[in-house]
């Protein structure tokens, strides 16, 4: 049981490039999330995926989008890299429908993206 | 604009000892408090997850609590060891998973 996991850990773009940040999940989750921490700023919502064929934005959508493959996997695209979007990436699941443990997010270990 | 707040942002104590964390919040919407546990250059680690119905929830030496009247949660940790040292980081979260709000965390470090 992996968990959430994230690829790639590290990756350094160049201004203009893009990206796809990989998330899957192995249990069961209904609900997906993206999220960017940054140095002062805290963990900030991007976009999250309440259920498999639903994404919403978050606080902080902007130059992202986001798909939600299947049950198991959510994708995080930079279409067009900028230096702004420098930041870890954490992906996270919960189990969401009914339960006392509803809504408590389980993160991936992160990915560290420099923009250049 | 909704906010999460925690107090202190940092905090340096003896092993051994009993210490609180805070976690202040504005949105009386709150449904679920949880409390993390983020290690340097790693990803968040969930500690506890207290639901407003039950105020309080207990996890070993961690203990944490949620008024919602007064907007606040505390995490006490119970004879604080070298490797609790971390960031300990709160979330309040809706029962629309649309918002989830982070505090910017305390930063804990244990001295042996």
């Known amino acids: 049981n992996a968990g959430v996991t994230q690829t790639p850990k590290f990756q350094v773009l160049k201004t203009g490039q893009s990206m796809t940040l990989q998330c899957a999940q192995d249990m069961n989750h209904n609900s997906m999330y993206w999220y960017r921490q940054d140095p002062g700023m805290g963990l900030r919502l991007i976009y999250y995926s309440a259920s498999e064929g639903t994404t919403d934005k978050g606080e902080v959508p902007n130059g992202y989008n986001v798909s939600r493959l299947n049950k198991r996997e959510f994708s995080l695209r930079l279409e067009s890299a900028a230096p702004s979007q420098t930041s870890v990436y954490f992906c996270?699941?919960?189990?969401?429908?009914?339960?006392?443990?509803?809504?408590?997010?389980?993160f991936g270990p992160g990915t560290r993206l420099t923009v250049t | 604009k909704q906010e999460v707040t925690q107090i202190p942002a940092a905090l340096s104590v003896p092993e051994g000892e009993n210490l609180v964390l805070n976690c202040s919040f504005t949105d009386s919407a709150i449904y679920n408090l949880q409390w993390f546990r983020q290690d340097p250059g790693k990803g968040l680690t969930s500690l506890l997850l207290?639901?407003?119905?039950?105020r309080e929830q207990t996890s070993g030496r961690l203990n944490a609590s949620l008024d919602k009247s007064s907007g606040r949660s505390t995490l006490y940790i119970a004879a604080s060891q070298p490797g609790d040292s971390a960031t300990y980081l709160c979330a309040g979260m809706r029962s629309s998973a649309s918002k989830i709000i982070f505090g910017s965390g305390t930063r804990l470090s244990i001295r042996p």
């Open positions: 996270a699941s919960s189990r969401t429908g009914g339960g006392w443990s509803s809504y408590e997010q389980y």
């Open positions: 207290i639901q407003s119905s039950q």
